[in-house]
């Protein structure tokens, strides 16, 4: 990955749980936030008066209602939703990075970052689902 790729601009925002705009989000935030900036994708909001929690176990088990659809890993593509696990973190949601290959995502202690899907088996994230939009298909 270049210093001028895409993804380099999203880099080191800051993590808020209740975060909705720069320069602080949740995940789910920041994953609409890089949708809709990069992407010109508008996902649609997810009312969050329900938990963070609730939030996207919605997106995964009715990714379809969101204009979403499931594929594999191995198939990934830039700007595809990638859902993830983690012991402090049981649903978790980032942006896929071709070339890396790798996620881009915000968590608590850490911000926005890019983890290669190397780092985050070593760091105990599993990959859940991977999802892309069916309106921006061939």
Not at 28 to 44: A, Y
Not at 65 to 79: C, F, H, I, N, Q
């Amino acid at each position: 990955m270049t210093v001028d790729h895409w993804s380099t601009r999203y880099i080191g925002l800051g993590y808020d749980p209740e975060g909705e705009a720069p320069p602080a989000f949740n995940c789910w935030h920041f994953f609409r936030h890089v949708q809709r900036d990069h992407f010109g994708r508008d996902i649609p909001a997810i009312v969050l008066s329900v938990p963070l929690l609730q939030a996207m176990r919605q997106f995964k088990e009715r990714p379809g209602l969101l204009g979403w659809r499931p594929v594999v890993l191995a198939e990934a593509v830039d700007g595809d939703a990638v859902m993830m696990g983690h012991r402090a973190h049981p649903h978790h949601i980032g942006v896929f990075v071709d070339g890396v290959p790798g996620v881009l995502h915000c968590s608590a202690g850490a911000g926005s970052v890019l983890n290669s899907l190397f780092h985050l088996e070593m760091a105990a994230w599993q990959i859940t689902g991977v999802y892309r939009p069916i309106s921006g298909e061939q």
